[in-house]
Nanobody, 116 residues
Framework: QVQLVESGGGLVQPGASLRLSCAASGSIFSINAMGWYRQAPGKERELVAH???????NYADSVQGRFTISRENAKNTVYLLMNSLKPEDTAVYYC??????????WGQGTQVTVSS
């Protein structure tokens, strides 16, 4: 079993930055990819950023150029640096882990609120 714990969310003003962290623990044998998703009230959960074991990344169009996903493999940790935050970025952000044999794990989520 694998557990994911997110941290770094909070309340910030428009234009501010936040860095989210997701630490994986448990029976981790191999990681194919990790990513960040978000869900705003009344909306479906959507992909924000994704990074493979090779290091290939992709981003939602709405965050391209503002957000950066990165990994620290020795700590089984993935980060999401969010710059130039906008009110529309307000959501619960969830960490996701995918194994090579297509097992998926999710964190509890961390709240990001962007408001003046």
């Amino acid at each position: 079993q694998v557990q994911l714990v997110e941290s770094g969310g909070g309340l910030v003003q428009p234009g501010a930055s936040l860095r989210l962290s997701c630490a994986a623990s448990g029976s981790i044998f191999s990681i194919n990819a990790m990513g960040w998703y978000r869900q705003a009230p009344g909306k479906e959960r959507e992909l924000v950023a994704h990074i493979t074991s090779v290091g290939t990344t992709n981003y939602a169009d709405s965050v391209q150029g503002r957000f950066t996903i990165s990994r620290e493999n020795a700590k089984n940790t993935v980060y999401l640096l969010m710059n130039s935050l906008k009110p529309e970025d307000t959501a619960v952000y969830y960490c996701n882990l995918e194994t090579p044999w297509e097992d998926y794990y999710w964190g509890q989520g961390t709240q990001v609120t962007v408001s003046s």
